[in-house]
């Protein structure tokens, strides 16, 4: 569970802005995204692999679209929870490196999973459409894992990848 739950999520988003009445949200969320790599330089623009759940467990912001009046924030990591680590998650830049070869058989293309920081508009009967907030090598882009499809290598980070703290993690949604 994140810190926020989907009740309190629903509410707050349902509830639009206090400030302005604006039924428009924007939520900024750490979500999952998947990147094909080729000798460690990225060769898509990656797409995202999130869930719903997931969305709302790595929200760390809700404000409003209008009037940036702010109606939810933690400061907390958004991935296990350490106190203050919003700042790190933010800041810092990808503690896993990805190598430009797969260090077992050597294959150039490897696939990353990333923790990337998105901000997304939701209420007005529009489709939130999250918009990345930080590309690969950016502060807040994270590498979380990569794996190799040739030979199935992987290599996953056993710390918080988004603020360092010592794991093990918290089972996410
Ligand atoms: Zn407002
Ligand atoms: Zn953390
Ligand atoms: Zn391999």
Redesign the pocket.
């Given at each position: 569970m994140g810190r926020l739950d989907e009740q309190t999520f629903e509410s707050t988003v349902a509830a639009g802005c206090p400030g302005c009445g604006s039924a428009k949200v924007e939520i900024k969320s750490f979500i999952d995204r998947r990147l094909l790599m080729m000798l460690a330089d990225p060769n898509d623009a990656g797409r995202w692999v999130h869930d719903g759940e997931k969305f709302i467990d790595g929200t760390y912001e809700i404000a409003c679209a209008a009037c940036k009046k702010v109606v939810f924030e933690h400061p907390d990591?958004?991935?296990?929870?350490?106190e203050g680590?919003l700042a790190?998650?933010l800041g810092d830049t990808s503690r896993l490196t990805i190598p430009k070869r797969c260090p077992a058989c050597n294959e150039i293309e490897l696939l990353a999973l990333a923790l990337v920081p998105a901000s997304a508009r939701y209420g007005g009967g529009e489709t939130p459409k999250p918009k990345p907030l930080a590309e690969f090598g950016d502060p807040g882009h994270h590498v979380v894992a990569f794996a190799c499809e040739s030979c199935d290598a992987a290599t996953v980070t056993q710390k918080?990848?988004?603020?360092?703290?010592p794991g093990p993690?918290r089972v996410r949604p």
């Open positions: 990591c958004p991935r296990c929870h350490a680590g790190r998650a918080c990848p988004l603020c360092d703290a993690l």
